[in-house]
């Protein structure tokens, strides 16, 4: 049973554009929720996170939006550049919900790709 | 900092060979993971350790052993190799377990075929 759940395997838009990657989750015990990103034959990298007691977290281009009642958060690029190539991963935990925050649970990631 | 290290990068085996895959973290962290990436799959966790000396199952264990008698090195054991255990291998560490701020910095993988 996949309990975070990317249903895009990929995405392309045109530099300057907005791109926005979506991400599903089933169990409501998740309250911490995280993007990583990924270029080839690198290890994944931390982006940008949100708690599940806010609905906006923004980072300079990067921002998280967190809808609880749909269990649905999507990250925002804005502008996307070709430098932003790459796989995204959504990742979630229980970190206050009885859980460990420590065991993130991930998706299966959606390719990103920025053409000039 | 060389933070997350790993080695080899890349490994053929054959079935039923057996190897350790190496990693190590320069951060002082206390926690530390295994993961594994299929084709198209999001990462899994193998094992994990939140200190010296303590280790305990993820969701893929089976084939699998971890030992962690330093804070700095975690490796992975894989006996009797199967193809089953063709896969991309993530070491990951992370300063604690809880709070909002923490994260897991991740190293560049090693790639493992089995045949």
């Known amino acids: 049973d996949q309990q975070v759940k990317q249903n895009s395997p990929s995405l392309s838009v045109q530099e300057g554009r907005i791109s926005i990657l979506n991400c599903d989750y089933t169990?409501?015990?998740?309250?911490?929720f995280l993007w990583y990103k990924k270029y080839p034959a690198e290890g994944p990298t931390f982006l940008i996170s949100?708690?599940?007691?806010?609905d906006k977290n923004e980072d300079g281009r990067f921002t998280v939006f967190l809808n609880k009642s749909a269990k649905h958060l999507s990250l925002h690029i804005v502008p996307s550049q070709p430098g932003d190539s790459a796989v995204y991963f959504c990742?979630?935990?229980?970190?206050?919900?009885?859980?460990?925050?420590?065991?993130?649970?991930f998706g299966k990631g959606t390719l990103l790709t920025v053409n000039p | 900092n060389a933070g997350v290290t790993q080695t080899p990068k890349f490994r053929i085996l054959k079935i039923g060979q057996s190897m350790t895959l190496q990693c190590a973290q320069d951060?002082?962290?206390?926690?530390m993971y295994w993961y594994r990436q299929d084709p198209g799959m999001g990462l899994k966790l193998i094992y994990y350790?939140?200190?010296?000396?303590?280790?305990d199952k993820g969701e893929v264990p089976n084939g699998y052993n971890v030992s962690r008698s330093t804070t700095e090195y975690f490796p992975l054991r894989l006996e009797l190799a199967a193809p089953s255990q063709t896969s991309v291998y993530f070491c990951?560490?992370?300063?604690?377990?809880?709070?909002?701020?923490?994260?897991?910095?991740f190293g560049p993988g090693t790639r493992l075929t089995v045949l």
């Open positions: 990742a979630a935990s229980a970190a206050h919900s009885g859980g460990s925050n420590y065991k993130l649970t």
């Open positions: 951060m002082n962290h206390n926690y």
């Open positions: 169990n409501s015990m998740f309250d911490y």
């Open positions: 949100i708690s599940s007691i806010k």
């Open positions: 350790s939140v200190g010296a000396g303590i280790t």
């Open positions: 990951a560490s992370s300063y604690s377990g809880g709070g909002f701020k923490d994260t897991q910095y």
